[in-house]
Structures are given as C-alpha cells and as structure tokens.
C-alpha cells in the first residue's frame, strides 16, 4: 500500500507522460513545484513530470533543506531532509507507479545539492541525475561504491557556486562509482540556453544507454 502520509510530506505536482520516464524536477531556493516545468518539457517532452516543493522556509523562500548562510549548510537538517525526500520519493513512485529504472533527477542549485546529497548518502535511491549548478554539501558523504549517471553543468563564472567547488562534487561522485560528465559553461549561475541543450542530449543518450 502507499504510505499516503509520506506523499503528503511535499506539496507536489505529478504530470503523465506517454513514456515509461518520469522526470523528478527539484528546484532552486524561491522556486516552486511549477518552476522548473516549463524547462523540463524542453528536456524531455514526453518524460512524466513528478514534481515537490521544498518544505523548509528561508524568509518565505522554500529550499529542501536548511543553510545557515549562502554556501553554509545546516547538515544536521540536510541528512534528515534529504532522508525524507527519500521516503517521499519511496511513495510517489508507489502511488503514481513510477519505473523507478526510468526516472532521472533534474535539480537546480539547491535542488541539485539536493539530488546530489541524496546520491552519496542513499545509495540506489537515484541512479541517474541532471545537476544545474551543484556544489559539495556533505563534506563526510560515507565512501561508499554505487552506481549511476550524472550530468554536472556548471557555470565558470558562477559567484554563487565556485567552480573547484563542483570539480570535486564531481571527483566524489566518481569515487564512488557513478559515472559523471561535468560540462562548464560560459555563464553564471542563471540557467542558460545551453543548459537545457545539454541536458537534453546527454539524457537522450541516456535513455539509449538504458534500453
Ligand atoms: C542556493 O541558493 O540555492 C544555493 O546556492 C545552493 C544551496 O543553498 O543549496
């Protein structure tokens, strides 16, 4: 059975799509559940789009996890957030009977953090992420040896996210067994054109590789 209180835990959204593939859209600090919608469909048309709202407030803009200053995480709160997007997750893909195979993250800032955080300390829970601007959030991640794909993009000139900062999201994602492309763009951290470009490609590459 569904655990339906887990799925009440976010505000969410859940559109069908005529694929096996869903795409699970995390947002960026004062996003919502619609924010990355428009962009996702750019992604992948025909991808189901499962969608949640951060529940953690910073002055009325929802994150999914709390930080104490820009770049300053509260990892206490991360580990028990992220555990519990995990158990969310669990139920959605239960209630909207998601092919957990063929589902792919797609995060942006903190909601990349997010997929990324989720990926080092759940292994399994994610196998396969697009991550807009991530940045290392658990210092200590467990060395543990898992699978997946990830797609990090990253913008050079970023002040939000330095770049060394998402070269070594990436080394510790290989560490530990996930294959990783980081690609770094000619911009800051705003999405861009390209962002989605790459994304679409390499997700559609993705797919191939699956099948
Ligand atoms: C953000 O503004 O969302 C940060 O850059 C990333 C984060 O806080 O996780």
Redesign the pocket.
């Known amino acids: 059975m569904p655990d339906h209180a887990a799925l009440k835990l976010h505000t969410h959204v859940f559109h069908p799509g005529p694929s096996g593939r869903t795409l699970l859209l995390l947002h ?2 004062g996003g919502d559940e619609h924010d990355l919608v428009p962009l996702a469909r750019h992604v992948d048309a025909q991808a189901a789009i499962l969608s949640p709202r951060g529940n953690v407030l910073e002055r009325g803009a929802p ?1 999914f996890f709390r ?1 104490l200053a ?1 770049g300053v995480f509260d990892l206490d709160d991360l580990r028990v957030r992220v555990l519990a997007l995990r158990d969310w997750l669990t139920a959605a893909i239960e209630h909207y009977a998601i092919d957990p195979a063929q589902l792919t993250a797609l995060g942006y ?2 909601g990349a ?1 997010t997929a990324a955080a989720m990926m080092l300390l759940h292994p399994g829970a994610l196998r396969s992420a697009i991550l807009w601007r991530a940045m290392v959030t658990v210092e200590d991640a467990p060395p543990i040896n898992t699978s997946g794909r990830t797609l990090i993009v990253s913008g050079r000139t970023d002040p ?2 330095p770049l060394p900062n998402a070269q070594r999201l990436a080394s510790m994602l290989r560490e530990r067994g996930i294959d990783v492309r980081h690609e770094v763009l000619s911009a800051g951290h705003e999405l861009t054109r390209d962002d989605i470009d790459l994304a679409r490609d390499w997700l559609a590459r993705d797919w191939l590789g699956r099948a």
């Open positions: 960026g600090t994150r930080r820009e800032s903190n953090n939000i996210l």
